[in-house]
């Protein structure tokens, strides 16, 4: 009895190191994008600076799921909740560094990036809504709201095509903007790729609640 409470007690500490995380990395994403839409070049700088704690929390859950797996030999969803915790900390460890990726190009181009285009927003408008869902999913283990994740991630991806069409042509009729809309198609592919990784966290859920491996991408 002693043992499975200290197992609930450590998987606990393991969800709050999660949600977190995923914290810390929305606040990234928005402060990105706060960035980008201002040209503010501090604002930047301080989500590059900021990078370090979104790596020091992935080391620590690490570290919790390894240490779980050694001493309390967890079997069933207490296991799968563990590896989960694993991958879903992999997932947002590299939409940390697609936030910082997008805070590096402001950076690069400074005030020459030009005016942010509507359909950037428009993604990570719709990429922040599903982050959010996605970590209530993880929360309340509900698979249900996991799979919603596919339809949003769909949005998003036929977003992103349009706004590379809508690129394609402005770079066609002036091209001396071709310099500012590489970085914002950059951007683009920065959003979409966290969109991606959102859905491999509602692929956890789903993993965590039923044992199912499924493709919501």
Known sequence: MQQRQHL?????ELNL??????SAVQSALRTAM????????ATAEAVVD?????????????????RLIA????????????????HIATDLER??????????TVLRMGADIGQTWAGISHMAGRIDKMLS???????????QLARELAAEDDEVDHAYRRLLEELLRSVIADPNDAPAM???SFIARHLERIGDHVTNIGESVIYIVSGERSDLN
């Open 95 to 104: 939409m940390g560094d697609n936030a910082v990726d997008i805070a590096k």
């Open 133 to 143: 869902t996605a970590l209530n999913a993880y929360v309340e283990q509900d698979q």
């Open 182 to 184: 590489m970085s914002q």
């Open 34 to 41: 706060e960035a980008l839409e201002r040209a503010d070049l």
């Open 50 to 66: 900021g990078d370090e704690v979104v790596n020091r929390l992935q080391r620590e859950i690490e570290a919790q799921c390894i």
């Open 8 to 12: 609930d007690v450590a998987l606990r």
């Open 17 to 22: 190191n999660v949600v977190k995380m995923g």
């Open 71 to 86: 001493t309390q030999q967890p079997v069933a969803t207490d296991l799968r909740q563990i590896v989960a915790g694993l």
